[in-house]
């Protein structure tokens, strides 16, 4: 089963700092899933770390749904991880490539 794993931080630095205050998985396939919502406190950005074991397309928005025409969504390549700023509230989805 493919699977995208993201962490949460609520500082971040040119990485992420400290302990993640939320992680989560969503299963990566032909149709788009989505993961729960981001949540935090003070700072309405969090940095995620997303990491995927295959070839993904994520997004993320208050209901996204990731496409794997390219169209919408950020290329992932399997096992290289990426920080991304997101706002708490949003959700992330993802779509096998």
Do not use: C
């Not at 794993?5 to 040119?14: I, L, M, T």
């Not at 990566?28 to 995927?52: C, E, H, M």
């Not at 992932?76 to 708490?88: Q, R, T, W």
């Amino acid at each position: 089963m493919a699977t995208l794993f993201y962490a949460v931080y609520e500082s971040a630095g040119e990485v992420a700092l400290g302990d993640p205050i939320q992680e989560g998985t969503v299963t990566i396939g032909v149709a788009s899933a989505q993961s729960a919502t981001i949540s935090g406190s003070g700072r309405k950005r969090k940095r995620v770390r997303l990491y995927a074991d295959v070839n993904a397309f994520v997004t993320w928005g208050s209901n996204p749904t990731a496409l794997n025409d390219g169209t919408d969504g950020r290329p992932m390549g399997a096992d290289n991880p990426e920080y991304f700023d997101i706002e708490a509230g949003h959700k992330i989805a993802t779509i096998l490539r």
